[in-house]
């Protein structure tokens, strides 16, 4: 059968305008609904600390071999591309300081938060998604449980909490790795690169990163949590939610990344 | 309370439906269904799939709101209700799913404790022995520690059973509970929510189009056509019927007023 053509009349392209402007709108204010609903039982989360737990090792401890390898190998090139950006006028014993203040203020909370977005922010909404679409989120309300208090706040916590001690772990493997490139293959030996580090270290550094981290951390459970619940139809439509959460979530984890460094730095 | 109605003189009321309609879209899913469940008794509503079966149960536990009418449980409209109220209600029903639902993250035991280790202040060996009698009256032993996926879709069925009625509940609602079954784990099942009726004195409401079940545990049946109730009686009256739709449906024939397709 001949697929139907879409033509570009004005007509069809107002309606497609229109849906996607109608879409937008539902999720902005569903989130919003979301959100409220999540700080209303973050109460019930700590009651029932068994399930934050729980997400929490979801998260964190489970995410943290690929957190340590994408680390490891940021930290390396970064100081191979610092070398190759700042050689020519400035000396190389500053090395330290231009991959520290990088990975702690950017690299470390970004990468960390896009690699758990694809990770688990995928897995809450294939989790969720499947429980909606096999009923057991309406079994949870028919047994006068709320889905957001028992679903959503433990993976919200989780996330808020995690996040920030994936990016500690982050920032210290990113710079091992840093240390160790530049010791081996760019001839700055390690007590160099540590001392430029440490002399222009400023608190900030660390606290702007996790900052940016504690704020990923919410988008990720949220988004997650979100597509979830609105999924529709069998598998095709778990599929959707997973990828629409990673895409979502990263796209906003950019965005907000943008809006943190304005209100810390601008 | 307003426990009276037409069609429920000399019996007690639990669970009175009155004109709801509800729609998805252009899709006119209920246009006025009026039905009234008596205490004790077991009403399995017949219908077409897609007819609108398990919209009427997710109305009754206010998973849904109508778009008009009201459906009044123990005198209380279900519509009004605030999220407090429901979870009340809610803790008044079981609810068996077509597909069990039960929680494929948790061991049979959680599943079926899950309501007692939430709204309870149980002691754990208390709620341990309440789940293992539940399973047993379901006729299972030993599957405690078993998670769902490690189940058949019969033993799935009767440890959802055994969940629905873990807070021995006023009410238990069946959607469509012995389809995907071979026909023995069909009569098993059947004969398991007439035991519980006899036992437990639950109020049911069961949807299904499986004919066998319905005559079996109905003590009334409703048939749902065209998203109204045309037709409510035992199953004996349902049986001799002259009504040319609800004869087409029970002899399962694909001529007459229901179009096929």
Known sequence: ?266 | MNSWSPNSLGKQSMIEINGVQKSFRDNHVLRGVDLTINKGETTVILGRSGCGKSVLLKLIMGLMKPDQGEILVNGDNVASMNDKQLSGLRQKFGMLFQASALFDSMTVDENVGLGLREHTKLPEPEVRQRVAEKLKMVGLSAVEHQKPAALSGGMKKRVGLARAIAMDPEYVLYDEPTTGLDPIMADVINELIISLRNTLTITSIAVTHDIVSAYKIADRIAMLYEGKIIFVGTPDEVKNTDHAVVRQFIEGSSQGPIPAL
Do not use: W
């Open chain 1, 1 to 266: 059968m001949a697929k139907a053509r879409f033509s570009y009349t004005p007509e069809n392209i107002f309606t497609c305008v229109g849906r996607k402007t109608l879409t937008f709108l539902e999720d902005v204010g569903g989130l919003a609904l979301l959100v409220k609903d999540i700080f209303l039982s973050l109460p019930k989360a700590f009651s029932r600390f068994h399930l934050t737990a729980e997400q929490m090792l979801v998260m964190g401890v489970n995410s943290l071999p690929l957190v340590a390898l994408v680390s490891v190998f940021t930290g390396a090139v970064t100081a191979v591309q610092a070398v190759y950006q700042i050689q020519d006028f400035i000396p190389m014993r500053y090395l330290g300081t231009a991959v520290g203040k990088a990975i702690l203020i950017e690299l470390a909370p970004v990468l960390t938060a896009l690699v758990v977005a694809g990770r688990v922010g995928a897995g809450i909404a294939a989790e969720l998604g499947t429980m909606k679409v096999t009923e057991q989120i309406d079994a949870l309300k028919t047994m006068a449980l709320d889905p957001v208090e028992y679903l959503v706040a433990p993976r919200f916590v989780a996330g808020l909490v995690m996040l920030p001690v994936l990016t500690i772990f982050s920032d210290a493997i990113a710079l091992a790795g840093g240390v160790g490139i530049s010791a081996t293959a760019l001839n700055v030996p390690p007590h160099v690169f540590l001392n430029s580090l440490k002399t222009f270290f400023k608190t900030m550094d660390l606290m702007s990163g996790l900052s940016k981290a504690f704020v990923f951390g919410s988008i990720i459970s949220i988004i997650g949590c979100y597509q979830g619940f609105r999924t529709k139809g069998g598998a095709e439509g778990v599929g959707r939610s997973a990828t629409k959460a990673v895409v979502m979530a990263s796209v906003l984890i950019l965005i907000a990344d943008y809006v943190v460094a304005s209100i810390l730095f601008g």
